[in-house]
C-alpha cells in the first residue's frame, strides 16, 4: 500500500503571535552532519504563500531520482534561494554543530535580500540575527524546510559524487561519504584524503 504523502503547510502557519504579518519567510535545513568526508551543506528557501509542490516531502523520505526532481521544481517556484557549505577542516576546527550554524548562516546570507523571519529544522537555533523559530522535525511540516531539505542534500550529493571522480575507489557516489563497511575498507587501503573529517576519525588506526 502507498504512502499518502504529507501535507506540508506553508511557512506563515508557524509565524509565532507577534509576527503573524510578516511575508518574507525563510525555511532552513541542512544536509550531511554524519559522514565521515566532505562538507556540510545548508539551504535557505523563500516560496510564494501560495505555493505547492506536488511530491515535495522531507529529503530523507525520498528517492535519489526524485530528490533530483523536484530540485529544478523548488528552484523554479521560489522567490529566493541559496546553498551554502561548511567545509571538512572547518568541521574539524569548530565542531560539525557549529559548522552546519555557519552554513546556515553564510546560505541565508547568500539570499537576495534579508528574510524577515526563520523557519529552521530542529531544536537548536543558529543565531542568525534574525528572528528564528526552530521546528522539530520541521522538514515533515513545514514547505520550505522541505523545500531547503532537498535542495541541500541534492548540492551535498553532487558534490560527492564530483569527489568521487575525483578519489575512484572510496565509493564517494554510492555510501555519501557515510561509515560504511565498505567506506572503513577504502580508508584501510587507501588512506585518507584532504576531505575526511579527522575529527570523525580520531580512533581510526591507519598505521
Known amino acids: 500500500m502507498t504512502k499518502t504523502p504529507p501535507i506540508l503547510a ?8 507577534d509576527y503573524a504579518n510578516v511575508t518574507r519567510i525563510c525555511g532552513i535545513d541542512e544536509a550531511g552532519r554524519g559522514p565521515l568526508v566532505g562538507p556540510v551543506c545548508a539551504a535557505a528557501v523563500v516560496l510564494p504563500e501560495d505555493c505547492v ?8 523520505k525520498l528517492s535519489e531520482n526524485k530528490r ?5 521544481v523548488i ?4 522567490t ?3 546553498v551554502a557549505f561548511a567545509s571538512a577542516r572547518e568541521i574539524d576546527e569548530i565542531n560539525v554543530l557549529q559548522a552546519t550554524f555557519l552554513a546556515m548562516c553564510r546560505a541565508v546570507t547568500g539570499l537576495k535580500s534579508v528574510p524577515e523571519f526563520c523557519l529552521v529544522d530542529g531544536n537548536r537555533d543558529p543565531v542568525l540575527g534574525i528572528p528564528t523559530q526552530c521546528i522539530i522535525k520541521g522538514d515533515g511540516k513545514c514547505l520550505s524546510i522541505a523545500a531547503a531539505s532537498v535542495l541541500a542534500k541534492v548540492s551535498r550529493d553532487r558534490q560527492l559524487r564530483a569527489l568521487d571522480a575525483q578519489h575512484p575507489g572510496y565509493g564517494f ?3 555519501k561519504g557515510y561509515g560504511t563497511a565498505a567506506h572503513y575498507a577504502a580508508i584501510a587501503q587507501l588512506g ?9 576519525l580520531k580512533k581510526l588506526d591507519l598505521r
Open 10 to 17: 506553508p511557512s506563515s502557519a508557524f509565524l509565532p503571535p
Open 53 to 60: 509542490i506536488p511530491g515535495l516531502n522531507d529529503s530523507k
Open 68 to 72: 533530483e526532481a523536484l530540485y529544478d
Open 75 to 78: 528552484v523554479s517556484a521560489a
Open 80 to 82: 529566493d534561494w541559496s
Open 173 to 175: 557516489a554510492r555510501h
Open 192 to 200: 585518507l584524503i584532504d576531505e575526511h573529517r579527522r575529527s570523525f
